[in-house]
């Protein structure tokens, strides 16, 4: 059964125990030293095994031991019994072609925990041929890319979710392009009713109504279209309905008591809405009229 800790690891799979000083009196005997490849291929963080045509298990390293563990008597039997508990030799394995072909193989071969698949494995099938050109030995070089995958499957999850993003950002953007053209439309049709049946009616009321009044209620359609029908510097939206109707009026002219009784309210109230829109604006010592003047 495969240690499946390879897969979560970056590092060291295992700390391998292998001499920390191999003594030798000649370079040929190095070179000729068993210890030496032992200690090389023990070394090596990737599994090492060699096969025999028929699958049999003649050499693995201390990485596959690693991998495998609990399965330490492993020469002399099939690979795909040892390492994937199958009865028969795995449909991609890259080992079979490279027997067939008498050629490197490479694949991407899956490997199982506890019955259940847990990870991947890029598995290198060489051949060693005889001198008539028959594969007598398949040495396999497996490498464990379980993390890369993992991160790979991460990293193509993200790109779709960003794509999704991008298309609800594309969409959102869509609705409120729509809403913007449908103001402005309203903007439009709100402004041309204003033009087309207030504006001659408070003309026709000229003739029989005060100019002053008849220019009070002018202010107040005003204010209730300007919203909709203009843009105003966003500090005047601190100001309330009331405030905004008392503004318009003082920007016209009117005195307190004016306003106060066109508004039908007191002069007391209308000074109490001057102190709170002087406040809300932020003034100090200018003159309240001249700033309506210039700004609203």
Request: proline share 4%.
């Amino acid at each position: 059964m495969r240690n499946d800790k390879m897969a979560e690891s970056t590092g060291w799979v295992f700390k391998p125990d292998v001499p920390t000083a191999i003594s030798v009196d000649t370079e040929d005997e190095f070179l000729s030293n068993t210890e030496l490849y032992e200690a090389v291929l023990s070394s090596i963080q990737d599994g090492i095994s060699v096969l025999k045509p028929d699958f049999k298990i003649i050499y693995v390293n201390k990485s596959m031991l690693h991998w495998y563990p609990g399965e330490d008597n492993v020469l002399g039997q099939k690979c795909y019994e040892v390492f994937h508990g199958r009865t028969e030799p795995c449909v991609c394995c890259p080992t079979i072609r490279a027997v067939r072909t008498a050629a490197p193989q490479m694949d991407l071969v899956p490997y199982t925990t506890d019955g259940e698949d847990s990870g991947w494995q890029k598995l290198y099938a060489v051949p060693v041929l005889d001198k008539n050109g028959h594969v007598v030995l398949v040495i396999e070089y497996i490498r464990d890319i379980t993390f890369q995958k993992r991160v790979e499957t991460n990293m193509n999850e993200l790109a779709e979710l960003y794509e999704n993003l991008e298309a609800q950002n594309d969409m959102l953007m869509e609705i409120l392009n729509q809403r913007e053209r449908y103001k402005e439309d309203l903007e439009q049709t709100i402004t041309q009713n204003v033009e087309k049946y207030i504006r001659p009616s408070l003309n026709y009321l000229k003739k029989n109504v005060k100019e002053r009044d008849l220019n009070i209620v002018a202010g107040l359609i005003d204010e209730i279209v300007y919203p909709i029908t203009k843009k105003r510097p966003s500090v005047f939206d601190r100001l309330s309905p009331r405030e905004l109707q008392v503004c318009t009026m003082i920007k016209e002219g009117y005195t307190s008591k004016e306003i106060a009784d066109a508004l039908f309210i007191t002069k007391k109230t209308v000074d109490y809405h001057r102190s709170s829109i002087r406040k809300k604006l932020g003034l100090q010592n200018e003159n309240l009229r001249v700033y309506l003047e210039t700004h609203l």
